[in-house]
């Protein structure tokens, strides 16, 4: 600062736009100095006298300083600062000393998981919190849950403070193991399936448990080496929560938040063959086309219906029923009337990809009822998303692998212009194009020199750089998007 005369709120302004130049997401960090001395902070200074109140023997008054934080935290014109600094200041710590009082109240208690889940939503170092400290031996303590599901287990009948203790439970898991495994440890399921059993009439509740359901049971955090998530999948299932929440979907069966988000609960646990039969066999598949016929108009659930489908027939029984039934053309239906909606599409692309998937039968059936023009259709709709034409070019791979009698159909309809497109715009796409175009009898080269350098790609090929294009404020230009949600095994 002193080499280029410059103040600190000068230096710091500077390195910002420095930072945002590049690309660096600056979200989750202060970027402005409104204040410089902390002590005039509003958001500071309340923070510190709930933490005063909290360390008093009686706590007298801590709620309503808690409250009016609260407001202002929601009231803040840049929320991922002010998270940033109530987080800074001991905000959290102080909530989670609060929560492990004996005498804490149940208005208390959703206040302080309502500012929690304020916390850490979209903000990763304030979710760290959660999981602090870390033993060298025993890893990560969590000791921020434990006051979060003691107080939940102390007020067990309430359902209004279950679904604010839950709504912070299912932001908490998401992609950090750590988490998902102290919530499962600390009788998280336990919880979940009182909730079934005995606030089911709470629609808002059962949606929760439904989310909560699905993120403890999605393997999302990439930096674990492990994940309990399909262990965890399996307990669902051994505790005998699928009846519970087939009887929950029945009961709000109207309700589409409810409906989508008891689908994907489901999705996240039939991953073993077991667990699949089950649903096969206790009509978890016919309430689910039931919700998917009675709400075909909403994207978001259709889409929810077509992943579950695709998780579902990663397993061969259940592919061949939900190809040679009547789920088929329910897909078919749902992929004509959301053609526009990229994310349908694509858990559609992934369900038929599965259910071809070394079954001869089943891709006639998906040939018979129109969708070898619905892949490409969707490959022409939606140049721009990788996954779209990944998908869809493994369905093709897979249809035309056991029935090469179909090669003709596609090519005829331009298969071969669509797959080396999506190729040379998304590098994503160039091993999924590279046997596509082998199993079509195509000219397939190697993985393609412009594989990911076309038109639509966010980066345009230069003769000494990588020029970014629409990158700004979204991070490391070099960062992959690798998020699978539905996990495809080539047919070999």
């Known amino acids: 600062m002193d080499d280029f005369g410059m103040s600190r709120e000068e230096a710091v302004e500077d390195a910002i736009k420095q930072f945002e130049m590049q690309g660096v997401d600056l979200s989750n960090i202060a970027t402005t100095l409104s204040c410089v001395d902390q002590d005039e902070v509003p958001l500071v200074v309340l923070t510190r006298e709930y933490t005063d109140k909290v360390n008093n023997t009686e706590q007298q008054g801590a709620h309503e300083v808690l409250t009016k934080v609260l407001k202002l935290l929601r009231s803040s014109s840049d929320a991922n600062e002010s998270k940033t600094i109530a987080g800074n200041a001991g905000l959290l710590q102080s909530i989670f000393t609060a929560l492990a009082a004996d005498d804490l109240l149940e208005d208390q208690a959703m206040t302080m998981f309502d500012c929690l889940a304020f916390l850490i939503q979209g903000h ?17 303590k969590c000791e921020g849950m434990d006051a979060v599901m003691g107080a939940m287990r102390r007020m067990p009948g309430r359902a209004d403070v279950q679904l604010k203790g839950l709504k912070l439970c299912t932001l908490g898991a998401q992609k950090c193991e750590p988490i998902k495994a102290a919530i499962v440890d600390r009788g998280g399921l336990e919880m979940l399936k009182g909730a079934l059993q005995d606030l089911s009439e709470s629609a808002a509740l059962m949606a929760e448990v439904g989310s909560c359901i699905h993120a403890l049971a999605t393997a999302d955090d990439l930096t674990s080496i492990a994940s309990k998530a399909f262990d965890t999948a399996r307990d669902v299932y051994k505790q005998e929560m699928l009846p519970l929440i087939y009887q929950a979907f029945r009961k709000h069966r109207e309700d589409v938040e409810v409906v989508q988000e008891l689908v994907y609960a489901l999705k996240a646990v039939s991953i073993q063959e077991d667990i ?15 919700g998917m016929r009675q709400h075909m108009q909403h994207a978001n659930l259709v889409s929810r219906c077509l992943l579950f489908f695709a998780n579902l027939a990663e397993n061969d029984k259940a592919k061949t029923e939900l190809c040679q039934g009547d ?20 858990c559609g692309f ?3 990809a599965s259910m071809a998937l070394r079954m001869p039968e089943n891709t006639e059936r998906i040939i018979e009822h129109g969708g070898d023009k ?7 709709t939606h140049p721009k998303f990788p996954e779209v034409n990944r998908y869809a070019m493994i369905a093709i791979r897979n249809i035309v692998v056991r029935r090469p009698e179909f090669v003709p159909l596609f090519l005829e309809e331009g298969a071969e212009e669509l797959i080396r497109r999506a190729r040379d715009t998304h590098l ?12 079509l009898g195509c000219e397939y080269g190697g993985l393609g020199d412009k594989a990911g ?9 230069c003769e000494s750089s990588l020029d970014k294009r629409n ?15 539905v996990r495809l095994t080539l047919d070999p």
């Open 124 to 140: 990763p170092t304030n979710q760290e919190k959660l999981k602090e400290p870390r033993d060298i031996v025993h890893g990560w």
């Open 276 to 290: 699949v039969k089950s649903v096969l066999e206790e009509g978890g598949v016919e309430l689910i086309k039931d």
């Open 327 to 346: 789920a088929l053309p329910l897909m078919i239906e749902a992929l004509h009337l959301h053609a526009r909606n990229a994310f349908a599409v694509r």
């Open 350 to 352: 992934a369900a038929f």
């Open 374 to 380: 619905l892949l490409l259709e969707g490959m022409r």
């Open 428 to 439: 994503k796409c160039a091993d999924a194009a590279f046997d596509c175009l082998r199993d």
């Open 453 to 461: 350098k076309g038109a639509y790609s966010p980066y345009m090929h």
């Open 471 to 485: 990158q700004v404020g979204r991070g490391s230009a070099m960062v992959s998007c690798i998020s699978p949600i």
